[in-house]
């Protein structure tokens, strides 16, 4: 099952949707590890023949299934890291009327939803729909490095190790939720971690 | 009072542009410099014609950074309600008027990588300020211009002499059409259309551009409506406690007006949606339209905005 229903939140906490085809002449697809899901459940022969699909397996095996949908364009990358370069010469050849999908985890979405809007298109026309693992990408707020793929709350900051809150604060512009030092007043009094969404 | 701020100003120049438009410049009584404004913002400019006040508004065409005076451009409409013909007719340099403190509805997305005009006759207004702000920030655009014939196509001949790559013209008269899927196919990301013009001109645009699958936030359209007129109708004022005649020639917010009863405006275009009123009871039939309200709140029977709708029927309530 890689649907999940996050809880109602804050306004800053972004909501994501469910990919449904758009008319447009060109479409950038780009799916992570069960995103693949997502794109098998909206894939048409039409479509598909004006797709360029970016595919980033994160260690899952959809990619020839994927690759059967015969998209213009197919591309498979093992991270998102290995991925950003592609995405970002593909957005800067781009023309407007491009239709964007993504799919997979937060981080992902986010992430490329910033190069997108730096790229020009306005945030709410790109689509996006949410797919396999829940965990997120994490500001600490004090020393502002990031830290990937957080699953529990709190957790210590990867970079200063304090010990951080998982907030639903989001940030569209580094496209990251917010950690706050959860044990400021009272050093060494941090609650035992659990899943975020326990 | 209701609308934006008031300017005291003086007319200190009329000048003919064409058969049809005529430029006016406003300087403030008080010598005081102008505010400073944002390409595609318009003033609304108070018209005492006998016993009727006209509020109208018109985009501002000067630089928006000139704080010496305003400048608007005027078409003449002898079939509308009179307030052109006023400024045409009636309106002379050295007369003291007072207009608004500007409003933009239709400012630049600065966040556009390009900006695409498109103008269809004196929609070519708020245009002429924009590219005078783009021209200042060093943005990226392109005019297109379709008008009747050379002689209605005002200020095509400074715009093409002074620039000659950005600006396309194009005679109705002559059968030339801006060729606009050929031209809105292949434009780079970031690239926001502004479109400005009559009504069948801003639905072309814009349906093109959705079909060719252009995000919503990306278009940019300005049209403002002058009240119809209609069949004069009653409305009583639930809060203010009065009942009023609505005339055949009058909108049903002037109306509101000339009865006393401070009601908040702005454009008086139907596009900014500040007028928008609460309907307590009616038996009849609404005319709405305004740009503001959705299809649903249309049908609800439940809002009205008084600038440019009105109404046909035994009974109407306002929450005002």
Same mark, same amino acid.
């Given at each position: ?198 | ?22 430029? @006016? ?8 410099? &102008?505010? &400073? ?59 003291? &008027? ?18 695409? @005009? ?8 708020? @245009? ?28 095509? +001949? ?14 109705? +008269? ?136 009105? @109404? ?9």
């Amino acid at each position: 099952m890689s649907k999940f229903e996050f809880p109602p939140s804050i306004k800053s906490r972004p909501v994501w949707g469910t990919l449904e085809p758009r008319p447009g002449k060109h479409h950038l697809m780009i799916a992570e590890a069960e995103g693949a899901e997502a794109i098998l459940e909206i894939a048409t022969p039409d479509l598909m023949a004006k797709t360029h699909l970016i595919f980033i397996a994160k260690g899952t095996d959809y990619g020839p299934k994927l690759e059967a949908l015969n998209p213009m364009q197919f591309r498979e990358t093992p991270t998102y890291g290995s991925a950003v370069q592609r995405i970002e010469r593909v957005l800067s050849d781009a023309a407007m009327g491009l239709q964007l999908y993504l799919t997979g985890t937060e981080g992902m979405m986010g992430q490329v939803m910033q190069a997108a809007v730096t790229a020009g298109i306005p945030h709410t026309a790109i689509q996006t729909e949410h797919r396999g693992s829940v965990a997120r990408r994490m500001q600490c707020v004090h020393c502002k490095g990031i830290t990937e793929d957080v699953e529990m709350d709190p957790f210590q900051c990867s970079h200063c190790g304090l010990n951080l809150f998982v907030r639903d604060h989001y940030s569209r512009r580094i496209a990251a939720y917010q950690g706050v030092c959860i044990d400021a007043e009272d050093p060494g009094n941090v609650p035992a971690p659990k899943g975020i969404y326990e | 009072m209701s609308g934006a701020e008031k300017i005291a100003v003086r007319v200190t120049e009329i000048t003919p542009v064409n058969d049809l438009i005529t430029r @006016f410049r406003f300087e403030r009584t008080d010598g005081g410099p &102008m505010p &400073m404004f944002s390409g595609g913002a318009h003033t609304v400019v108070e018209m005492k014609d006998g016993d009727v006040t006209r509020l109208n508004p018109y985009s501002l065409m000067s630089d928006p950074m000139d704080q010496s005076a305003y400048t608007i451009s005027v078409r003449r409409d002898d079939e509308g309600r009179g307030g052109s013909l006023f400024l045409h007719n009636k309106v002379a340099v050295g007369d003291e &008027m007072v207009i608004s403190y500007p409003v933009n509805l239709f400012p630049l997305d600065l966040r556009a990588k390009k900006h695409l @005009f498109f103008a269809g006759g004196i929609g070519i207004t708020p @245009f002429l300020s924009q590219i005078k702000q783009m021209e200042r920030t060093g943005g990226k655009w392109e005019l297109h211009f379709a008008a009747r014939n050379p002689g209605l196509a005002a200020y095509a +001949d400074t715009l093409t002499a002074q620039y000659p790559h950005h600006v396309h013209v194009y005679y109705d +008269d002559d059968n030339q059409r801006i060729a606009l899927e050929s031209l809105l196919d292949g434009q780079p990301l970031g690239t926001h259309i502004y479109v400005c013009g009559p009504k069948g001109m801003i639905d072309w645009v814009r349906n093109t551009a959705a079909d060719l699958g252009w995000p919503r936030e990306a278009v940019h359209h300005e049209e403002f409506l002058a009240p119809k007129p209609g069949k004069p109708f009653e409305v009583k004022l639930a809060i203010s406690n009065k009942v009023v005649q609505v005339g055949e020639h009058e909108s049903l917010l002037e109306a509101i007006e000339r009865a006393g009863v401070d009601a908040p405006y702005l454009c008086r275009g139907g596009a900014c949606g500040q007028c928008e009123t609460d309907v307590i009871d009616y038996d009849g039939t609404f005319i709405h339209r305004d740009h503001w309200l959705e299809e649903d709140e249309h049908a609800s029977g439940k809002k009205i905005m008084p600038c440019v709708s009105r @109404f046909e029927g035994k009974t109407l309530v306002l929450d005002r």
